[in-house]
């Protein structure tokens, strides 16, 4: 018999949720819940996605928390499109591998390519935008402003997953947005008292990145801070939620208020526990993400994981998150290991060739918006407006003339009069 209130470890409930959930579907439980005061917090969990259309061993599983503000339309555009927008822009014929490698990038184009439609639609509201993709024990989260997603692996360690675009949290996007164009600044009541957070003017955003706000400055990129790691074979819980939560609790309060219950169950106790220290102040979202302890696999299934593992720590050189301390055991049951993390809002920099991935890309398409790109039309993503006799010109990958000309306006310079003597003619 069990004594109610003794809460079971993560990793025995996860190891339990397993055993009753056999093998059909691979290792994801989840569950959510809300409070809405706004109406502007929208949520997407698809768990049937594949990689190859018709091969269930291609499943993997998409989350997403979008947090909308001045309205309710960009959040919902998001949800509508910003998925199929990120997928489009992996080429069709690569392997989970260079798959997994590809979608950073493509999260990048895909946040940039909503952000673009979007905005040629509406004038004002804007979101957040967290997006989470779990192909086996590998999680790919791409984040812009300040709804966040938070892991505890099995072993109890946790981590952040998304970055915090808060302007009162982020010294260095406050210095982007100077740099840009932007005044930062708290607002000025009678008497020159400043109140409340820092907000970014023209329009006042707290935010330093978001997708739609077409009615502030366009240094306000939707640029998304992306992070991959992979979990041990002993899984972890994830959450995402919106500020509405975060606003209460920290993030030990809120795995260890719903530790010992299952993914459904977890989700309601967070939003509760946030809602009863500081009330329904904003619309309150929670999602609780369980992936689930696998078997650990028979040897020929090992060897090319191994293969694969290597493949990725010398693509990218990263080391291995805080948790684990001897990054030559990353066999270790427990450990979670870092694949990728980047958080430039320079679209040069997130598009770049310059290193294995390079096929990565679709040829002769843009790559935020995948349209055709005539030969002789694109712009390289390394031209630099100021310097137009760059040597960079003739390097891909090349953007169609009007995501050229959003990129420019991302980096907070005048677009040129006649960006034509930008073209490369081959
Ligand atoms: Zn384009």
């Not at 599983?61 to 199929?84: I, P, R």
């Not at 694969?308 to 990218?316: C, P, Q, T, V, Y």
Request: proline content about 4%.
């Amino acid at each position: 018999m069990e004594i109610v209130q003794d809460r079971v470890s993560l990793g025995a409930l996860l190891k339990r949720e397993s055993q009753s959930e056999k093998l059909e579907k691979p290792g994801i439980l989840h569950g959510q819940a809300g409070q809405s005061k706004k109406g502007e917090d929208f949520t997407l969990v698809k768990t049937e996605c594949q990689r190859i259309p018709g091969d269930g061993s291609t499943t993997f599983s998409v989350f997403a928390l979008f947090d909308g503000h001045n309205g309710s339309a960009a959040a919902l555009y998001c949800k509508e499109n910003l998925l199929s927008n990120v997928l489009c822009g992996i080429p069709s014929d690569l392997g989970r591998d260079e798959w997994l490698a590809a979608l950073t990038r493509a999260m990048v184009a895909g946040f940039v390519k909503t952000d673009k439609d979007f905005q040629e639609k509406a004038k004002s509201s804007g979101t957040t935008a967290t997006l989470v993709i779990i192909d086996g024990m590998v999680v790919t989260v791409a984040s812009v402003g300040d709804s966040h997603c938070v892991l505890e692996s099995a072993d109890g360690t946790t981590y952040h997953l998304s970055a915090d675009h808060r302007l009162e949290f982020n010294d260095q996007e406050v210095e982007r947005l100077t740099i840009s164009g932007g005044e930062v600044g708290r607002l000025n009541i009678a008497g020159g008292t400043e109140i409340g957070p820092l907000r970014c003017w023209p329009g006042g955003l707290c935010l330093s990145r978001s997708i739609g706000d077409k009615d502030v400055g366009e240094f306000i990129v939707p640029v998304p801070y992306v992070k991959q790691v992979k979990l041990s074979t002993a899984g972890g819980r994830l959450i995402i939620s919106s500020d509405g939560v975060w606003d209460a609790l920290s993030l030990e309060m809120a795995f260890s208020c719903c530790r010992g219950t299952s993914a459904d169950a977890a989700a309601t106790l967070i939003v509760k526990e946030a809602l009863q220290l500081k009330g329904l102040r904003d619309d309150t979202t929670c999602i609780v993400v369980d992936v689930l302890p696998v078997e650990k696999p028979t040897p020929p299934v090992t060897i090319p994981k191994k293969h694969g593992k290597r493949l990725f720590k010398s693509m990218f050189h990263k080391g291995s998150l805080e948790s684990s301390s001897h990054s030559d055991k990353y066999s270790e049951p427990d450990m979670v290991e870092e694949i990728f993390e980047e958080g430039s809002a320079m679209l040069a920099k997130r598009l770049s060739m310059e290193n294995p991935l390079c096929h990565l890309f679709k040829l002769f398409t843009c790559a935020v918006c995948q349209v055709e790109i005539k030969s002789g039309q694109g712009i390289s993503v390394h031209a630099d407006s100021r310097n137009p006799g760059t040597l960079h010109t003739l390097r891909g990958p090349f953007l169609c003339t009007s995501c050229h000309r959003k990129k420019v306006l991302m980096e907070g310079k005048r677009p040129l009069e006649g960006t034509d003597n930008l073209m490369f003619h081959s």
